[in-house]
T-cell receptor, first 111, second 113 residues
Framework: ETGVTQSPTHLIKTRGQQVTLRCSSQSGHNTVSWYQQALGQGPQFIFQYYREEENGRGNFPPRFSGLQFPNYSSELNVNALELDDSALYLC??????????FGPGTRLTVT | GQQLNQSPQSMFIQEGEDVSMNCTSSSIFNTWLWYKQEPGEGPVLLIALYKAGELTSNGRLTAQFGITRKDSFLNISASIPSDVGIYFCAGTLIYNQGGKLIFGQGTELSVKP
């Protein structure tokens, strides 16, 4: 059984640019959630996708957006990057709202 | 917003000792989960709890869902060096919005051989 995978592993962007992060869910999972983890903090919920629709959103501005595809994989897009967006971005997959299994994350650095 | 207070923030223990950490909240939680995160990796699910009072074990790990639904604890017995990492509690609220997991601040565990 393949676990959650994310790409890329590391990324460096300049303030004002846009970024797309990708996630493939674990086999049999139909729900994908995205989290932002700042250094030394617990993960913060960004949003969740179920059946290609957004199914709940945390306290993040509209420049954070996402997509889920028919194969349940997902993208996180962030526009107009700010220095504070530097963080580890985690994707988690689950069967509906049950236990969430995390990928290794994408480390984003904004300079 | 909703918060989980996790304690202690860090622990330095000798190999073989038992460890206990807990999470509390002013809100009622529907589920409690415990994760372990190692440097450069995503959190790994250790134990999931779904009912008030539930006590669940996973090897040397034991976790409980508090009766009030506002707290949970994790115990690790006979610690070993590979237990080193950051342990997070997480939960979903009774009136959950889309499967949102709320995380504690983490407990960093160091084990001295």
């Amino acid at each position: 059984e393949t676990g959650v995978t994310q790409s890329p592993t590391h990324l460096i962007k300049t303030r004002g640019q846009q970024v797309t992060l990708r996630c493939s869910s674990q086999s049999g999972h139909n729900t994908v959630s995205w989290y932002q983890q700042a250094l030394g903090q617990g993960p913060q919920f960004i949003f969740q996708y179920y059946r290609e629709e957004e199914n709940g959103r945390g306290n993040f501005p509209p420049r954070f957006s996402g997509l889920q595809f028919p194969n349940y994989s997902s993208e996180l897009n962030v526009n107009a990057l700010e220095l504070d967006d530097s963080a580890l971005y985690l994707c988690a997959s689950s069967r509906t709202q049950s236990e969430q299994y995390f990928g290794p994350g994408t480390r984003l650095t904004v300079t | 917003g909703q918060q989980l207070n996790q304690s202690p923030q860090s622990m330095f223990i000798q190999e073989g000792e038992d460890v206990s950490m807990n999470c509390t909240s002013s809100s009622i939680f529907n589920t409690w989960l415990w994760y372990k995160q190692e440097p450069g990796e995503g959190p790994v699910l250790l134990i999931a709890l779904y009912k008030a009072g539930e006590l669940t074990s996973n090897g040397r790990l034991t976790a409980q869902f508090g009766i009030t639904r506002k707290d949970s604890f994790l115990n690790i017995s006979a610690s070993i060096p590979s237990d080193v990492g950051i342990y997070f509690c997480a939960g979903t609220l009774i009136y959950n919005q889309g499967g949102k997991l709320i995380f504690g601040q983490g407990t960093e565990l160091s084990v001295k051989p």
